[in-house]
């Protein structure tokens, strides 16, 4: 299950993973995805608070993360993955591949580092479109 939030006054989504993800997460959070950038364009950022990846359920929602990802990742400037862990260290260096986005790890414990970063202006280096 992937439980989220969207911060509609910092811009920010707020993932948090709990159990297997599932295909059905993905459509209910681009629901609320699409509608927000239908209105303003950009996320400012995405939170990913989770101490562990907890997989996916099946293949569907795999692809159905996939799909998310590259339906979207154009028009969100940063991530930040909050959480502890060896996989937690390497994902921006992984992302930075796939991803328009910066993406940046922060340790459980600097979750307030993350949303301080998150909230920063003008520093988004973006990438250009490939």
Do not use: C
């Not at 911060?7 to 920010?12: C, I, K, M, P, T």
């Amino acid at each position: 299950m992937l439980n989220h939030e969207l911060r509609q006054d910092d811009g920010v989504l707020v993932l948090h993973p709990e159990g297997r993800l599932e295909a059905a997460d993905f459509t209910a959070l681009a629901s609320s995805v699409d509608a927000y950038l239908e209105q303003h364009g950009t996320l400012r950022g995405v939170l990913i608070r989770a101490k562990s990846f907890p997989g996916w359920k099946d293949f569907g929602a795999l692809l159905a993360h996939l799909k998310f990802v590259k339906e979207h990742h154009r028009r969100i400037e940063k991530v930040a993955v909050v959480a502890d862990g060896a996989f937690a260290n390497i994902m921006p260096n992984l992302a930075n591949h796939f991803v328009h986005a910066q993406v940046q790890h922060f340790d459980l414990a600097r979750e307030d580092a993350a949303w301080e970063w998150l909230r920063q202006i003008g520093d988004a280096q973006r990438r250009p479109a490939a």
